[in-house]
């Protein structure tokens, strides 16, 4: 069976396995470790049950003994198996792109979790919410646009989609102190992706089963 190591944290980098997974009822095992846990993996390089994580680092997947990391790949790897991939080349990279759009993003808004000095933490924020972040949405928007679609590859639900839907749920939650709750919204068709998946009767059903609540 198919195993899925991350934190409890629902960030997308592993929602976007767990859920493309639950979609298409391929069952996995969906593993958490805790925080100690998860700072000695980064340390050792070593799961609690003794399994090697190539890159130190989550999410990974073990599958008959064997473990491949990075998000993208496992990202792909379960779309393919999912039905939530292109059988097309070209496709397949316009998926790709988003998934490493997404990593881009994530990658604006870490350092200024990790930030310990409070007033460059808020300045950082203020340049986030008034000028990074709308400009890699508008990027987004202006792909919907082109595809003339709800959703971001051949008119379907695709792990893009689902990638996306974890990726803007965090950044519009709320928890990030200094980006608002409105930061999607003079974004229409980024917004809708969002509903789109939010709303797909799998992945409320997966969110109440897991979460007991809508995340």
Known sequence: MIK???????????????????????????????????????????????????????????IDDKIIGQTGAIARYCGKISNLYSNDDFNAAKID?????????????????????????????????????????????NLLSEE??????????????????????WLNSGIIDGIPTTIVNDFPKLKKVHYNVHHHPKVKEWMMKTYNKEI
């Open 4 to 62: 899925i190591y991350y934190s409890h944290t629902p960030f997308w980098r592993a929602e976007v396995l767990r859920v493309s997974l639950y979609i298409s009822g391929i069952p996995f095992e969906d593993i958490r470790i805790s925080r100690e846990e998860f700072i000695n993996m980064i340390k050792t390089g070593f799961l609690p049950n003794g399994k090697k994580v190539p890159f130190h680092q989550l999410p990974v997947l073990e």
């Open 97 to 141: 792109q988003i998934i490493d759009t997404a990593t881009d993003i994530t990658n604006l808004v870490s350092p200024t979790i990790r930030e310990k000095n409070e007033q460059k933490k808020i300045e950082d924020r203020k340049n986030l919410t008034n000028k990074l972040l709308p400009r890699w949405f508008k990027y987004l928007e």
């Open 148 to 169: 003339n679609s709800e959703w971001f590859v051949e008119n379907k639900m695709t792990i893009a989609d689902i990638a996306m839907w974890r990726l803007l749920g």
